[in-house]
């Protein structure tokens, strides 16, 4: 497991579970059930105005057939960009909704914090850490034959990620203040969460990481169920 920030070296988390094969996905039974508990949620009237404009940016591409691209965007890459980014991509598979490409970065580069990891596996995806060093890469699989989503922390405007033709997310008030002009990004979009990481070293931190990223969830499969291919 990844425990509480202490990096441990090429850790392959595989969580015991059962793939469920429908309408042609082969997603993780604990991640199905993780989703399904996210459409449940209900989301505040505030909160969907917040995320209307994605809908919209998204919703245009599909209209127009060009490629999605999401570049989520937070201080130091290393907690609500990552969530962000993994949970759209997911969202978008689930629903269906193709072309679409999830990025994330920073206006710094740090390290995905293990914690993230952690709770992730936790609801249901597959983690395998790739590297060791101060800044490990990880591979986050939703799908047993889909390709995982590699995931490390990078600037947003690091050559990983698009360099025109994106949608920039805003997830932190930090970045978004701090960050005034995003190269190459047809739309800035501020949606922010509250950082975990407030809660690191307490006896909340499992809890509150794990409702920040069921949050964050729910807003995708919010996002992703409105769009009308």
């Not at 995905?112 to 990891?117: D, E, L, R, S």
């Amino acid at each position: 497991m990844l425990d509480n920030g202490k990096q441990k070296p090429l850790l392959v988390v595989h969580p015991i579970q059962v793939a469920v094969k429908s309408n042609n996905k082969t997603m993780f039974q604990n991640l199905i059930t993780t989703i399904e508990s996210c459409s449940k949620t209900t989301i505040s009237i505030e909160r969907k105005e917040v995320v209307r404009p994605l809908i919209e940016y998204i919703q245009t591409k599909i209209d127009t057939q060009q490629s999605i691209r999401l570049n989520f965007i937070c201080t130091h890459n290393s907690r609500r960009s990552h969530l962000s980014q993994i949970w759209a991509q997911t969202m978008a598979f689930h629903f269906d909704i193709q072309n679409v490409f999830c990025y994330s970065g920073g206006t710094e580069a740090t390290a995905m914090f293990p914690k993230v990891g952690e709770i992730l596996n936790n609801q249901g995806f597959q983690i395998q850490q790739l590297s060791s060093d101060n800044n490990p890469l990880y591979a986050v699989k939703f799908d047993e034959n889909e390709a995982a989503i590699v995931c490390f922390s990078k600037t947003f405007d690091d050559a990983f990620n698009p360099t025109s033709e994106f949608a920039a997310i805003m997830t932190c008030s930090s970045a978004d203040a701090g960050c005034p002009f995003i190269a190459g990004a047809e739309k800035r979009l501020p949606i922010r969460y509250e950082d975990p990481k407030a809660f690191d070293g307490t006896d909340l931190m499992d809890v509150k990481y794990a409702e920040r990223s069921l949050e964050i969830a729910s807003e995708m499969h919010h996002v992703f169920s409105q769009i009308k291919k």
